[in-house]
């Protein structure tokens, strides 16, 4: 039987493209999935697992989210009470977050709790945004990382980003990048995790972590 | 020197106009070498860094045709694309980035309405907006914008230029030397150093490709993030792949996976 996946659109750019490559790992992986792109609380609602995407800055992104009505409630209940697994994309990762520090200070969802602040390189001549293929730093292993080469060696994930999650507790992060200093690229806690790179632009990393969340049985 | 792991990038750029690739790209045995979307596959499939289509059609009307190339292109490409090319309003933007365009190029409306870069970055973040500067030599050490494909003086110094336009929220400057485009002598490297220098947020490096040489010393010497370049990859004076090897060989950092 197909498991359903619901893409949140909240008004946060172009989801079509997110849906296709969800559709393409599912097929690559053999795993059965119907992709919903959904401001449907009741779709949400009835999915097995649920992506949140986000491009632009933190305070629009909160502030399109708010204004799904019923959206933010039905995530707290089906992804923390009722543990369905869950992955952030970019600001979709950091309104994981407590609060974030762009331009003014927003309230996150508080579920991986620390801010998200400007990313300060500790090399000026380092440009922000961060913005290209990088590699990830394995903080700890994780079914979202299976078959996936990290460290310097290993495959590359797509940024553009110019603020970072900081997580309060380490061992929140599952993987880092490095741009002048340690930067968040992965969270996990529980059922929910986050990635602040962009798997459906990360070409072959981007693939097999997708693949990797469909599988996911936290 | 710390460790640095973000790679150069090379971008390959289509020109498009009314739905087709202007002279064909013709590195690959493509069904349709016109269509862009199968040159973007190739591209993808190369191992491109990013791709970027800059739509040269002439009338407005006929707009519709880019965006349903876009759509088509981000159903097929896993990686990130940059549209630019007559983007003259907010709602020009919406309607790109929810094609698929992950970046939007923005060129003669940044000199003619500066208000419009800010406004374009506090709508859709500053992540992707792109400023395009095309700049020719008017003395030695000073460039001036030019527009219409570098027919209109506009009087404005570049690099001013540049560190006003990434004040307004542009998140990275595609550089163009209009002495060089065209050319194949290689960038102008003075001006992309002096733009790259000036600012802080990455500069990719347009106009003159003619050889591997050139695409490191876009980096080596111009201080680019990034390298873009059309003819040599589309008439398959090189691959993409050999343009990553020869960067890597100078000791640029690559993303060969």
């Known amino acids: ?218 | 020197m710390p460790p640095m792991t973000l790679k150069t990038r090379i971008i390959p750029c289509l020109d498009v106009k009314d739905g087709r690739v202007v002279k064909g790209v013709k590195f690959l045995d493509l069904v349709d070498a016109g269509d862009p979307v199968e040159a973007a596959k190739a591209y993808d499939a190369a191992g491109a860094d990013e791709l970027c289509f800059l739509d040269i059609t002439a009338s407005h009307e006929d707009r519709g045709i880019l965006f349903d190339v876009v759509t088509r292109t981000a159903e097929a490409c896993f990686m990130p694309l940059t549209v630019g090319g007559g983007v003259r309003k907010v709602e020009d933007i919406r309607a790109l980035l929810l094609a698929g365009a992950d970046k939007v190029s923005i060129n003669t409306a940044a000199v003619t309405n500066r208000h419009f870069v800010k406004e374009a970055a506090e709508k859709f973040g500053d992540q992707c907006i792109v400023v395009a500067i095309d700049a020719k030599q008017v003395e030695p050490g000073r460039w001036e914008i030019f527009t219409h494909g570098g027919r209109n003086a506009t009087g404005l110094e570049a690099v001013a230029f540049a560190r006003e336009v990434v004040s307004l929220g542009a998140g990275e400057l595609l550089v163009t030397s209009m002495d060089k485009d065209g050319t194949k002598s290689g960038y102008d490297l003075g001006l992309t150093r002096a733009i790259a220098d000036a600012v802080s947020v990455p500069v990719i490096a347009s106009g003159g490709v003619g050889d591997l040489d050139d695409l490191v010393a876009g980096v080596s010497e111009g201080h680019a993030s990034a390298v873009l370049a059309a003819s040599i990859f589309h008439f398959g004076t090189y691959s993409i792949g050999q343009a990553k090897t020869h960067m890597a060989q100078a000791g640029l950092r690559m993303r060969l996976d």
């Open chain 1, 1 to 218: 039987m197909s498991q359903s996946v619901a893409i949140i659109d909240y008004g946060s750019g172009n989801l079509h493209s997110a849906a296709k490559s969800f559709e393409r790992a599912a097929q690559e992986s053999g795993i059965a999935s119907t992709i919903r792109v959904t401001s449907d609380t009741a779709v949400v609602r009835a999915a097995d697992r649920i992506v949140l995407p986000g491009v632009g800055a933190f305070a629009d992104c909160r502030r399109g989210l708010d204004a799904v009505s019923g959206m933010v409630e039905t995530l707290e209940e089906v992804v923390r009470r009722q543990g369905r697994p869950f992955l952030g994309i970019c600001v979709g990762m950091q309104l994981l977050a407590s609060r974030g520090l762009e331009y003014t200070i927003t309230q996150g969802l508080g579920w991986i709790p620390g801010d998200v602040a400007l990313i300060e390189p500790t090399d000026a001549d380092l440009k922000i945004p961060h913005m290209g293929w990088n590699t990830l730093e394995r903080q700890r292993d994780h079914a979202l990382l299976d078959g996936i080469e990290t460290g310097p060696q290993g495959l590359h994930a797509y940024f553009v980003h110019s603020y970072a999650l900081k997580a309060e507790r380490p061992q929140d992060v599952l993987a880092v990048t490095d741009h002048g200093g340690p930067v968040t690229a992965m969270v996990a806690h529980g059922n929910v995790a986050g990635t602040q790179f962009h798997p459906e632009k990360s070409q072959r990393l981007g693939l097999k972590l997708i693949a990797n969340f469909l599988g996911w049985k936290p």
